[in-house]
């Protein structure tokens, strides 16, 4: 069942003490296995105290030849667990030894049976280099054999024997055992310690030329980490000479072999007291560290490098020296850019110190930044030490949120009070970065600039103040605009029934009134053109007017401006001149354009003595036409003419204010020319020498011209008209005038009035008043389109607002048209006849 080799008379007398020692594992695992077998075979009990490894191999064989019933009175343990419960410092204590090995040896045997132990703990102890442990323990097994009769088997590694000096520790422990030997054999103990001496001999001589090698390695491995060291070396003899030389050296200097070795090493040092002093140290036995030397380059380049360096001497003379060369080009580099930063500091115009490290020590400041803190001795010292009255203040502050962040910080002007009261400074600080990236310093840099602020503040002062006074200004102009658009609106509400009136007259003729009514229509003519030309002004001055451009010829407009301004001129007993090149165009507004001619020739008119000479002349001149309208009037001096364009200015009247107007027509002419992209100016030699106005536009060369054509005024017989009107004059009179031209006309002062007589008379054509009582016209227009027939209906709106977003809200409430109070009879009759040929 097991090997033969196991089988010894120990084990089979059934008691004893026996120790084996073996280098064959699987040997030992199967006497170890016999020895235990022979007690389980017998009906005894087997104890196992080996290491995990040991038990496994031991219970494979026993569990091979043995039923599981059977290896119940088998017990095992762990080596080392075992061990350590009766030990104290690696050293056996009986009592321990005892409560632990002695119970369990007492309580596995069985009275008339053999019991059989296999013990590795000594083994363990040995391995510690414990020899006289292992012996005192295998003599606490002897003595608890004394009083328990049972068979231990014991075995030690020959490994743990290796030389020939543990013969005491060997001889000791094979006399602590009943029975000694060897796994191969049953050797008695001389022949045992042969055999260990002979293993010890052999071991020895392993360990000496392992020891040989080893060396021969290290001498190997430290010449290959010498010659291909990351830094330069070399040795040079004591004569100067180049003895060896790595491949960092030659790398960094770029030489070969035989350009570097064999050569004096002052060929290479570009400063010859330098090297002088390093072999001369070195001569004395002293030794360098970090010593700057400059290195020729094979290419011509110098390099900047450090040397560590020391002699090996022999008998007191030197043998050769060893130098250790560290590149420091980049070093010397940042030491040089360092040194200029610093100077740079220094020099600095502005305030300005360097602060390093975690307590922002004050390491470079220059006579500015003093001046300004007023704080001598500040250099090497920390900040709050330096500085104590800034201690926690605001600069401390951002000096540690700039040293803890990372990132810069400026301010065009910050008051320090804890730095320099009542001072404004320009403050910047600029961290310094570490190899790690972290803000290891930071350069305070600033200007005092209290002056600068102080001018600023006087000028953001007086900037406000001229605001508030713009700003009042600006009302007040807006005011005026609105009390202008207010003034013409409420001023053209009356003109409409008095137009309205003096048409009828017209019409019903009579020549007994004829003279009386001329009178009244030229005023009432002169007053529309008035609250056209204040309503203008408001509007261009609100940029609220837009033009209707088109290409056209430029004498028929000359024309209808001289017909507008004809009454003025007659009634002063002017002389009118008309002098136009043929073929001339301008794109232009045809109304605007009339009404700014219009107004340059009134103003001519009113300011020339009567029987004067107005010239209106038109030509081209480097592609543009020149509009001219020259008088022999009162003529201007240069303070008028500087003004004479401003709102509402007159220049010099007398008291009688023959000259008449608002002082609105040549402010209005100018803004309407600008919108143009033209210009206009005023010309005069002086009071008496009369004036000329040059109007400038762009010359048109396009053939799609615009021309006016006329409409027929005429309304069908008997067309049904609703009129509807607060104003009960302005109605009336427009009522009359339909009625005139064969119109059926319904006329109501209220809009509930209107609705009723809406329904019962159905209109073709409905004129509604925008400012009505109870709802307006926008309301009633949505509230007749509701009603039944109200689709059918034109609607025209009156009103005293032209501007846009008024005809715009008109037609969002259903308003065909729009029109402007005061409105011409011809425009009402115009537009009417439009209304009744869409319906």
Same mark, same amino acid.
């Given at each position: 069942? &097991?090997?033969?080799?196991?089988?010894?008379?120990?084990?089979?007398?059934?008691?004893?003490?026996?120790?084996?020692?073996?280098?064959?594992?699987?040997?030992?695992?199967?006497?170890?296995?016999? #020895?235990?077998?022979?007690?389980?075979?017998?009906?005894?009990?087997?104890?196992?105290?080996?290491?995990?490894?040991?038990?496994?191999?031991?219970?494979?064989?026993?569990?091979?030849?043995?039923?599981?019933?059977?290896?119940?009175?088998?017990?095992?343990?762990?080596?080392?667990?075992?061990?350590?419960?009766?030990?104290?410092?690696?050293?056996?204590?009986?009592?321990?030894?005892?409560?632990?090995?002695?119970?369990?040896?007492?309580?596995?045997?069985?009275?008339?049976?053999?019991?059989?132990?296999?013990?590795?703990?000594?083994?363990?102890?040995?391995?510690?280099?414990?020899?006289?442990?292992?012996?005192?323990?295998?003599?606490?097994?002897? *003595?608890?054999?004394?009083?328990?009769?049972?068979?231990?088997?014991?075995?030690?590694?020959?490994?743990?024997?290796?030389?020939?000096?543990?013969?005491?520790?060997?001889?000791?422990?094979?006399?602590?055992?009943?029975?000694?030997?060897?796994?191969?054999?049953?050797?008695?103990?001389?022949?045992?310690?042969?055999?260990?001496?002979?293993?010890?001999?052999?071991?020895?001589?392993?360990?000496?030329?392992?020891?040989?090698?080893?060396?021969?390695?290290?001498?190997?491995?430290?010449?290959? &980490?010498?010659?291909?060291?990351?830094?330069?070396?070399? %040795?040079?003899?004591?004569?100067?000479?180049?003895?060896?030389?790595?491949?960092?050296?030659?790398?960094?200097?770029?030489?070969?072999?035989?350009?570097?070795?064999?050569?004096?090493?002052?060929?290479?040092?570009?400063?010859?007291?330098?090297?002088?002093?390093?072999?001369?140290?070195?001569?004395?036995?002293?030794?360098?560290?970090?010593?700057?030397?400059?290195?020729?380059?094979?290419?011509?380049?110098?390099?900047?490098?450090?040397?560590?360096?020391?002699?090996?001497?022999?008998?007191?003379?030197?043998?050769?020296? %060893?130098?250790?060369?560290?590149?420091?080009?980049?070093?010397?580099?940042?030491?040089?850019?360092?040194?200029?930063?610093?100077?740079?500091?220094?020099?600095?115009?502005? !305030?300005?110190?360097?602060?390093?490290?975690?307590?922002?020590?004050?390491?470079?400041?220059?006579?500015?930044?003093?001046?300004?803190?007023?704080?001598?001795?500040?250099?090497?010292?920390?900040?709050?030490?330096?500085?104590?009255?800034?201690?926690?203040?605001?600069?401390?502050?951002?000096?540690?949120?700039?040293?803890?962040?990372?990132?810069?910080?400026?301010?065009?002007?910050?008051?320090?009070?804890?730095?320099?009261?009542?001072?404004?400074?320009?403050? *910047?600080?600029?961290?310094?970065?570490?190899?790690?990236?972290? !803000?290891?310093?930071?350069?305070?840099?600033?200007?005092?600039?209290?002056?600068?602020?102080?001018?600023?503040?006087?000028?953001?002062?007086?900037?406000?103040?001229?605001?508030?006074?713009?700003?009042?200004?600006?009302?007040?102009?807006?005011?005026?605009?609105?009390?202008?658009?207010?003034?013409? #609106?409420?001023?053209?509400?009356?003109?409409?029934?008095?137009?309205?009136?003096?048409?009828?007259?017209?019409?019903?003729?009579?020549?007994?009134?004829?003279?009386?009514?001329?009178?009244?229509?030229?005023?009432?003519?002169?007053?529309? %053109?008035?609250?056209?030309?204040?309503?203008?002004?408001?509007?261009?001055?609100?940029?609220?007017?837009?033009?209707?451009?088109?290409?056209?010829?430029?004498?028929?407009?000359?024309?209808?401006?001289?017909?507008?301004?004809?009454?003025?001129?007659?009634?002063?007993?002017?002389?009118?001149?008309?002098?136009?090149?043929?073929?001339?165009?301008?794109?232009?507004?045809?109304?605007?354009?009339?009404?700014?001619?219009?107004?340059?020739?009134?103003?001519?008119?009113?300011?020339?003595?009567?029987?004067?000479?107005?010239?209106?002349?038109?030509?081209?001149?480097?592609?543009?036409?020149?509009?001219?309208?020259?008088?022999? *009037?009162?003529?201007?001096?240069?303070?008028?003419?500087?003004?004479?364009?401003?709102?509402?200015?007159?220049?010099?009247?007398?008291?009688?204010?023959?000259?008449?107007?608002?002082?609105?027509?040549?402010?209005?002419?100018?803004?309407?020319?600008?919108?143009?992209?033209?210009?206009?100016?005023?010309?005069?030699?002086?009071?008496?020498?009369?004036?000329?106005?040059?109007?400038?536009?762009?010359?048109?060369?396009?053939?799609?011209?615009?021309?006016?054509?006329?409409?027929?005024?005429?309304?069908?017989?008997?067309?049904?008209?609703?009129?509807?009107?607060?104003?009960?004059?302005?109605?009336?009179?427009?009522?009359?005038?339909?009625?005139?031209?064969?119109?059926?006309?319904?006329?109501?002062?209220?809009?509930?009035?209107?609705?009723?007589?809406?329904?019962?008379?159905?209109?073709?054509?409905?004129?509604?008043?925008?400012?009505?009582?109870?709802?307006?016209?926008?309301?009633?227009?949505?509230?007749?389109? %509701?009603?039944?027939?109200?689709?059918?209906?034109?609607?025209?709106?009156?009103?005293?607002?032209?501007?846009?977003?008024?005809?715009?809200?008109?037609?969002?409430?259903?308003?065909?048209?729009?029109?402007?109070?005061?409105?011409?009879?011809?425009?009402?009759?115009?537009?009417?006849?439009?209304?009744?040929?869409?319906?």
């Amino acid at each position: 069942m &097991f090997h033969e080799h196991c089988v010894h008379t120990s084990c089979d007398a059934g008691e004893g003490h026996f120790v084996r020692f073996y280098d064959d594992e699987a040997l030992l695992a199967e006497e170890i296995a016999s #020895h235990l077998a022979d007690a389980l075979t017998q009906g005894g009990g087997a104890i196992l105290v080996a290491t995990s490894a040991r038990v496994e191999k031991v219970l494979a064989l026993l569990r091979a030849a043995f039923a599981p019933a059977d290896l119940t009175r088998l017990i095992v343990l762990d080596a080392a667990a075992t061990l350590d419960q009766f030990t104290v410092g690696d050293w056996p204590d009986a009592a321990r030894f005892d409560a632990v090995i002695g119970n369990l040896v007492r309580a596995a045997g069985r009275p008339g049976k053999p019991l059989h132990a296999y013990g590795e703990m000594v083994a363990l102890l040995c391995a510690r280099d414990r020899f006289d442990a292992a012996v005192h323990l295998e003599e606490l097994w002897n *003595g608890l054999a004394a009083h328990t009769p049972f068979s231990l088997f014991c075995a030690y590694p020959w490994s743990l024997f290796p030389t020939l000096e543990l013969a005491d520790s060997f001889a000791s422990i094979c006399r602590a055992h009943t029975d000694s030997g060897s796994l191969r054999r049953g050797d008695p103990l001389e022949q045992l310690e042969q055999q260990r001496r002979a293993l010890a001999l052999n071991g020895e001589i392993a360990r000496r030329r392992d020891a040989e090698q080893r060396a021969a390695d290290r001498e190997a491995d430290l010449a290959d &980490f010498l010659d291909n060291a990351a830094e330069g070396i070399h %040795r040079v003899g004591p004569d100067g000479m180049i003895l060896w030389a790595n491949k960092a050296e030659l790398a960094l200097l770029g030489y070969r072999w035989d350009e570097y070795v064999g050569h004096h090493i002052a060929e290479f040092h570009a400063d010859a007291d330098v090297i002088e002093l390093i072999l001369d140290m070195l001569m004395h036995g002293e030794t360098l560290y970090d010593q700057p030397a400059r290195l020729r380059c094979r290419d011509g380049s110098i390099r900047h490098v450090l040397i560590h360096s020391n002699g090996c001497f022999e008998n007191g003379k030197l043998r050769y020296t %060893r130098c250790f060369t560290r590149d420091a080009t980049q070093r010397h580099e940042r030491d040089m850019a360092l040194a200029q930063r610093d100077q740079m500091i220094l020099r600095s115009p502005v !305030a300005t110190a360097l602060l390093s490290g975690p307590a922002l020590r004050i390491t470079l400041v220059n006579d500015r930044f003093i001046e300004l803190t007023g704080q001598p001795g500040l250099r090497d010292r920390p900040f709050v030490e330096a500085l104590p009255a800034a201690a926690n203040g605001q600069l401390h502050r951002l000096l540690r949120q700039v040293q803890a962040s990372g990132m810069p910080y400026s301010a065009e002007e910050v008051c320090l009070e804890e730095i320099r009261a009542g001072r404004y400074l320009r403050l *910047g600080l600029e961290p310094l970065y570490g190899i790690d990236g972290s !803000a290891d310093g930071i350069v305070l840099s600033a200007v005092d600039v209290t002056e600068h602020v102080l001018a600023r503040l006087k000028l953001e002062q007086a900037r406000d103040e001229r605001e508030a006074v713009l700003a009042t200004l600006r009302d007040a102009n807006r005011n005026k605009d609105q009390f202008l658009a207010m003034l013409g #609106h409420e001023l053209r509400n009356p003109l409409a029934p008095i137009i309205m009136a003096l048409e009828m007259m017209e019409l019903r003729g009579g020549a007994s009134l004829a003279p009386e009514r001329g009178v009244i229509r030229r005023q009432v003519d002169h007053l529309v %053109r008035l609250v056209d030309d204040l309503l203008d002004i408001a509007r261009v001055t609100q940029g609220k007017v837009t033009l209707k451009l088109a290409h056209l010829e430029l004498r028929p407009l000359l024309d209808k401006a001289a017909e507008i301004a004809s009454a003025e001129i007659r009634a002063r007993g002017h002389h009118l001149e008309l002098t136009v090149a043929n073929g001339l165009q301008v794109e232009a507004d045809d109304a605007r354009l009339v009404q700014v001619i219009a107004n340059v020739l009134i103003n001519a008119a009113r300011y020339t003595p009567r029987g004067g000479t107005i010239r209106l002349s038109a030509q081209a001149r480097d592609g543009r036409v020149r509009i001219a309208v020259a008088d022999n *009037g009162r003529g201007m001096t240069a303070e008028e003419l500087r003004q004479v364009f401003d709102l509402f200015y007159q220049g010099e009247r007398g008291i009688d204010r023959a000259e008449g107007g608002l002082g609105v027509g040549l402010s209005l002419a100018r803004r309407l020319v600008e919108l143009h992209g033209g210009s206009i100016e005023a010309h005069s030699d002086g009071p008496g020498l009369g004036s000329e106005f040059v109007i400038s536009l762009a010359l048109s060369t396009t053939r799609n011209m615009v021309v006016a054509a006329g409409r027929a005024q005429g309304l069908p017989h008997g067309c049904r008209v609703l009129l509807v009107d607060d104003n009960v004059d302005a109605v009336r009179m427009l009522g009359m005038l339909l009625e005139q031209y064969h119109c059926k006309v319904e006329v109501c002062h209220d809009p509930l009035t209107a609705l009723t007589r809406f329904e019962l008379m159905r209109p073709e054509v409905a004129l509604l008043d925008i400012g009505l009582p109870i709802m307006s016209g926008h309301e009633l227009a949505r509230e007749i389109r %509701r009603r039944p027939g109200g689709g059918q209906c034109r609607l025209i709106a009156l009103s005293g607002y032209g501007q846009p977003e008024d005809v715009a809200r008109s037609a969002a409430a259903g308003f065909e048209l729009h029109l402007v109070k005061p409105v011409q009879p011809e425009r009402l009759l115009a537009a009417l006849q439009t209304a009744l040929e869409r319906s």
